[in-house]
């Protein structure tokens, strides 16, 4: 079985292109692939790429890219350890706990 690093490898030579950096457009499908179940909207995308573009030429190299996905994978890992079973919805009570344990996590990556 391959293990999440190859297969982010994998998926980005696969979506980056010939140019080997992602767009927004190449973003989006990428995480729509690899956070299956959760539907990125370009404009989420393009908010990401001005975000983890650390090198500030519009694009993701694989560095920023895989940086970007271990922050969504994260921020998914606090969302589901607040959220209701049942519904799959953070409850307003837990969401102070929710944004507290993702600002602790967002404080150790940057
Ligand atoms: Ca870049």
């Known amino acids: 079985m391959k293990d999440s690093s190859s ?16 767009d927004a457009r190449e973003l989006k499908q990428i995480l729509n692939k690899v956070f299956k179940g959760t539907e990125f909207s370009t404009e989420e995308c393009r908010t990401f790429v001005s ?14 890219f895989r940086e970007l996905c271990d922050t969504l994978s994260e ?5 589901f350890q607040y959220s209701d079973g049942p519904t799959g919805c953070v409850l307003v009570k837990q969401l102070r706990k929710c944004f507290k344990s993702i600002g602790k996590v967002n404080s150790i990556i940057s």
């Open 75 to 79: 921020w998914q890992n606090m969302f």
């Open 7 to 22: 297969l982010l490898a994998e998926l980005f030579a696969k979506f980056s292109g010939s140019d080997e950096v992602l």
């Open 51 to 64: 975000l983890w573009d650390k090198s500030r030429n519009a694009v993701l190299d694989y560095a920023e």
